[in-house]
């Protein structure tokens, strides 16, 4: 699993508040990313991260914030959660093998998120 | 930037059957293909991949063919068995950009 963790893994909120969930690395990884999984989209990017505090934003980044002060953990933000965002959040690490030219993306347990 | 369609969304096929999954994408410069799947309830896990410089590649079951000129890659299992029932995702990757593009996914039902 790549020694990746998430936190909260379930959590329900209501429309309006902030919430930020945390994701933690053990393995001094550079990249880092956030994404959301909904029925019949995918896996979507929200943003992600190549450094501390270096991020970017990925497709669906409207509504969301990113932080990263330590290389291990990476924190997403809803500043006023909606309806909306209620999803699968998944966080990812990315590491290049050398030995095998691949680019393997290890994605964390994940987080249920839901805005009533 | 990077767009990725799959095809089909749901697939049901009788256990023993070959399973065919196709995707494209739209921009040229990717050049890194993953599959992922993803069994219900857990991550997403990577099952194969193939580079741009590459057209095929074969992993026991499993095989993944890339047509750059078309922006066309496609996932086939042979011999398809229970276990193999899950969503599969593809991917697009350029690599100077480390942002991965996914399909929306493809449910596969094998049916015993």
């Known amino acids: 699993d790549a020694g990746i963790t998430q936190s909260p893994r379930h959590k329900v909120t209501e429309t309006g508040t902030p919430v930020t969930l945390r994701c933690h690395q053990t393995?001094?990884?550079?990249?880092m990313y956030w994404y959301r999984q909904d029925p019949g989209h995918g896996l979507r990017l929200i943003h992600y991260?190549?450094?501390?505090?270096?991020?970017d934003k990925g497709e669906v980044s409207d509504g969301y914030s990113v932080s990263r002060s330590k290389t291990e953990d990476f924190l997403l933000t809803l500043e006023s959660a909606t309806s909306s965002q209620t999803s699968v959040y998944f966080c990812a690490i990315s590491e290049w093998r050398g030995s095998s030219s691949s680019y393997e993306q290890y994605f964390g347990p994940g987080t249920r998120l839901t805005v009533t | 930037g990077e767009n990725v369609e799959q095809h089909p969304s749901t697939l049901s096929v009788q256990e023993g059957d070959s399973a065919v999954i196709k995707c494209t994408y739209s921009?040229?410069?990717?050049?890194?293909f993953p599959w992922y799947k993803q069994e219900l309830g857990k991550r997403p896990q990577l099952i194969i991949d193939i580079r741009s410089n590459v057209g095929e590649k074969k992993d026991q079951r499993i095989a993944v063919t890339l047509n750059k000129t078309a922006k066309h890659f496609s996932l086939h299992i042979t011999e398809t068995q229970p276990e193999d029932s899950a969503v599969y995702f593809c991917a697009a990757f350029e690599t100077s950009y480390d942002k991965v593009i996914f399909g929306p996914g493809t449910s596969l039902s094998v049916i015993p």
């Open positions: 393995e001094n990884h550079r990249y």
């Open positions: 921009d040229s410069a990717s050049n890194y």
């Open positions: 991260s190549y450094g501390v505090k270096d991020t």
